[in-house]
Antibody, heavy 120, light 106 residues
């Protein structure tokens, strides 16, 4: 069974950056694309971007272009998401999700979520 | 950008009753539509993918239908553990989610 385990909660100042990590286990890392989805308090789900580690390809949602960077390390089966120029509206739970690269357009696996709080 | 609109925002249903949730896409997404269930403090759980295929371990009371721009999630007989928020999600060029439907106890 595939598991995605994320790093712990963060508290950041406005204008700074945050990096959240996600480690995969129990599956073939090269079979997956990893996305980041966030959820502000009491709000819905928002897709931020994706990386396909085996190809090194990244795609970012337009609303996060220039502010988000997603990377992956095949040697450790992990991925990271860095969000810069933080503002209070970035306070949210950030989820790492995994989908199979072949014939899948849905997110089969989810990490436990990482709360990022942006506050002065 | 494809916008998904879910209706209703809140659905009040008694246990044992049928629940029907809708998701409309601003343009065709073919069958690239999934449904998720989310309970408070938890990550979403995949229920349906490809518009109508149940994910592994999902009970048969959950069913999905539709293609193109109109989709439906039906829960045939609501159990206590089914009261939650449900999201639809599409993939066309990029991914996006609907705003969610909360299914609450009537």
């Amino acid at each position: 069974q595939v598991q995605l385990v994320q790093s712990g909660a963060e508290v950041k100042k406005p204008g700074s950056s945050v990096k959240v990590s996600c480690k995969a286990s129990g599956g073939t890392f090269s079979s997956f694309a990893l996305s980041w989805v966030r959820q502000a308090p009491g709000q819905g789900l928002e897709w931020m971007g994706e990386i396909i580690p085996i190809y090194g390809i990244t795609n970012y949602a337009q609303s996060f272009q220039g502010r988000v960077t997603i990377t992956a390390d095949k040697s450790t089966s992990s991925a990271s998401m860095e969000l810069s120029s933080l503002r209070s509206e970035d306070t949210a739970v950030y989820f790492c999700t995994g989908r199979f690269i072949v014939n899948s357009s849905s997110f089969d696996y989810w990490g436990q979520g990482t709360l990022v709080t942006v506050s002065s | 950008e494809i916008v998904l609109t879910q209706s209703p925002v809140t659905l009040s249903v008694s246990p044992g009753e049928r629940a029907t949730l809708s998701c409309r896409a601003s343009q065709s997404v073919s069958s690239n539509l999934a449904w998720y269930q989310q309970k408070p403090g938890q990550a979403p759980r995949l229920l349906i993918y490809g518009a109508s295929t149940r994910a592994t371990g999902i009970p048969a009371r959950f069913s999905g239908s539709g293609s193109g721009t109109e989709f439906t999630l039906t829960i045939s007989s609501l159990q206590s553990e089914d009261f939650a928020v449900y999201y639809c999600q599409q993939w066309n060029v990029w991914f996006s989610f609907g705003q969610g439907t909360k299914v609450e106890i009537k």
